[in-house]
């Protein structure tokens, strides 16, 4: 099939992207390539993929309407996996309007394009922080998550509502994918993971928050990219049965479904500190800090729902993750 994956150049679009080209499909991805961290990375991430001739790249802004729309009506494509978006907890405190244009606007674009052009699944990034102030664990796509704690948190829950309204108005099979703390080979500078090795190397302090008490459903990068692609298969059905009052805030008499997608079995950050120094054979100097505002206390996915839906659920631990991540930092950085 042929699919446009928007932010392949990120973390979880590029191992996204990589997955498909091996299970032969075509792939377009978009990214604007923007500088909220190392641009060389996301390049380097597109040089992997640039020498697979079913994969095509275009620099690309979500919020370009015309741009976005165009795109859809050259490639008419069959399923859309929609993963671009201004990432961060804490830098929404203080970009907002970033956040407006990447995961409002632009999520607008990716439904006015897949409605317009009758793509047959939209899969879209949500996140585990919709959760907010929740605290009855694990979390449930049952639970409600009308109390988010961040405004990222609540451009997410917005792209939830956006889409059932698109699934419910013109019968667009959406599904939204809440992520779990994702970690492993390519990822992010600005999380936890890379920060700590980048400082550990280096011989400085890493910045522990809340103490080192609070727990996360650390998920690996692969069980999340492969829950992805088997996903992509399992198209949203309306249910004709379901009510507001009886039925799951997860699904719909529209064709539209939510999913967690987290390791279930959380860890506490300390816990995944030691992990890392193991990996590295270095014995970290923690810089104890409270809270962030912004931050939840801990997560935890229920993902039952997952497994009945494509048989797969995320199981990699976190001491074999880190290990991946630390081996794959030395290569690409070149540290002996």
């Known amino acids: 099939m042929k699919f446009l994956v928007t932010g392949a150049a990120g973390f979880i679009g590029y191992h996204v992207t990589e997955r498909l080209l091996s299970a032969g499909h075509q792939v377009v991805g978009i990214d604007n390539l923007n500088d909220y961290y190392d641009v060389r990375l996301k390049l380097a991430r597109l040089d992997l993929l640039a020498n697979k001739p079913a994969f095509q790249f275009i620099k690309l802004d979500l919020a370009d309407s015309n741009g976005i729309a165009q795109l859809f009506v050259e490639h008419q494509f069959e399923r859309v996996i929609h993963l671009a978006a201004q990432a961060g907890v804490r830098y929404s405190l203080d970009h907002p309007l970033a956040y407006a244009d990447s995961n409002l606007i632009g999520h607008l674009n990716i439904l006015e394009g897949c409605r317009r052009n009758k793509v047959g699944h939209l899969l879209y990034a949500s996140s585990s922080s919709v959760y907010g102030l929740n605290r009855k664990l694990p979390f449930s796509t049952e639970d409600s998550v009308d109390h988010p704690i961040s405004l990222y948190a609540a451009t997410k829950k917005a792209n939830e509502l956006m889409s059932h309204s698109y699934s419910h108005l013109y019968g667009l099979p959406t599904t939204g994918l809440r992520f779990f703390t ?26 522990v928050y809340n103490y080192g008490e609070m727990y996360r459903d650390f998920t690996y990068i692969d069980d999340i990219a492969e829950a992805v692609v088997l996903l992509q298969a399992i198209v949203p059905k309306p249910n004709p049965h379901w009510t507001v009052e009886q039925g799951s805030p997860a699904t719909s008499s529209a064709p539209y479904r939510i999913y967690n997608i987290g390791n279930s079995t959380p860890v506490k950050l300390m816990s995944y500190i030691h992990a890392l120094e193991a990996a590295l054979g270095i014995i970290a100097h923690k810089n104890m800090l409270p809270m962030q505002p912004g931050d939840v206390m801990d997560t935890n996915a229920d993902t039952e729902e997952l497994y009945q839906a494509i048989g797969f659920k995320p199981a990699t631990s976190v001491e074999e993750g880190v290990k991946r991540f630390v081996e794959w930092y030395k290569t690409f950085y070149n540290i002996l």
């Open 182 to 207: 994702v970690y492993g080979p390519w990822g992010r500078p600005d999380m936890a993971l890379f920060k700590f090795t980048k400082a550990m190397l280096a011989g400085e302090q890493i910045d």
